[in-house]
């Protein structure tokens, strides 16, 4: 509530330049390093941890495996594993 009412109280304003805000935001240095350490955080945590590892190396191989195994018996194969 309080972000539509400061909008529309700036736009309002005479000398407000768009452009102008939205370049400040860009350049702000606290911008960036939030910006650079969401990145990390959601690169690292969520993409090469969560995918990469608890994806890819636990999750899929099981259900791999279980889909193997659901074909081998519909289709009455049995592998020779000595």
Do not use: C
Not at 29 to 47: K, N, S, Y
């Amino acid at each position: 509530m309080h972000l539509i009412r400061y909008i529309t109280e700036v736009s309002n304003t005479e000398n407000y330049n768009l452009w102008a805000d939205a370049w400040s935001i860009f350049t702000n240095p606290g911008h960036i390093i939030a910006e650079v350490g969401w990145t990390i955080i959601q690169d690292v945590v969520i993409i090469w941890l969560l995918y990469g590892t608890v994806f890819k190396k636990i999750i899929l191989p099981r259900l791999r495996k279980e889909i193997h195994e659901e074909i081998d018996e519909e289709h009455n194969i049995s592998h020779d594993d000595d």
